[in-house]
């Protein structure tokens, strides 16, 4: 079945450690993106990518890189986490074509201490 | 700046309908989509408008009007599951996606 997967789901770490978010899709899909969300809140774009080896930064200001190295793919990395970057962080993917049409992971919810 | 507009909450009765509107200002624009969040869970799609006019799908119908940069999102014959908190969302003219803060909709019995 098609899908869309985060890991983990929940992590809690110290501050200074050095993180990885993993997402895959088996869609297919051209267009991933992350997200950053605060409970109750809107949903930030942070990075999101056109293909392979295609990386763009959203709009909201962030610490975090990512890679494109594979379609299915698309891991979001924190050099030194911060109690700052407690927040959930939201994978989705799109077709090229109809970017409209997010398809989200269950996302991964992070505590920094 | 880009923005989107809308209703913090809205309350409504089971079985009844509710209107949630969206009001947008972007660079650009290709359409306007609407989400729904449960509380703990990840953002499902509903609709896509690009065109003027209303798209129904089943219980929920969306409406787009560019010359007044305004949509809504009508839910119909409420059930409580509808619950949860809806996004709209603008595809803007550099092809990213810009999410309002959301509606939390209470379906009360």
């Known amino acids: 079945e098609a899908d869309i997967y985060q890991t983990p789901r929940y992590l809690v770490i110290g501050t200074g450690k050095k993180i990885t978010l993993e997402c895959s899709q088996t869609?297919?899909?051209?267009?991933m993106y992350w997200y950053q969300q605060d409970p109750g809140m809107e949903l930030h774009l942070i990075h999101y990518?056109?293909?392979?080896?295609?990386?763009e930064k959203g709009d909201l200001s962030s610490e975090s890189t990512v890679s494109r190295i594979r379609t299915e793919h698309f891991p979001l990395t924190l050099e030194s986490a911060r109690p700052s970057h407690t927040s959930q962080y939201l994978c989705?993917?799109?077709?090229?074509?109809?970017?409209?049409?997010?398809?989200f992971g269950p996302g991964t919810r992070l505590l920094v201490l | 700046g880009q923005s989107l507009e809308q209703p913090s909450e809205v309350t409504a009765v089971e079985g009844a309908i509710v209107q949630i509107n969206c009001t947008y200002q972007?660079?650009?624009?290709?359409?306007l989509s609407w989400y729904q969040q449960h509380d703990g869970g990840a953002p499902t799609f509903l609709s896509y408008?690009?065109?003027?006019g209303l798209e129904e799908t089943g219980r929920f119908s969306s409406f787009l009007s560019r010359s007044d940069s305004y949509g809504y999102l009508l839910l119909q014959e409420l059930q409580m599951k509808d619950s949860a908190s809806y996004f709209c969302?603008?595809?803007?003219?550099?092809?990213?996606?810009?999410f309002g803060a959301g509606t939390r909709l209470f379906v009360k019995a």
């Open positions: 989705a993917s799109s077709e090229y074509r109809t970017q409209e049409t997010q398809y």
């Open positions: 869609m297919g899909h051209d267009k």
């Open positions: 990518s056109y293909g392979v080896n295609s990386t």
């Open positions: 972007t660079s650009g624009f290709y359409g």
């Open positions: 408008n690009a065109l003027d």
């Open positions: 969302a603008v595809t803007d003219g550099g092809f990213k996606t810009i």
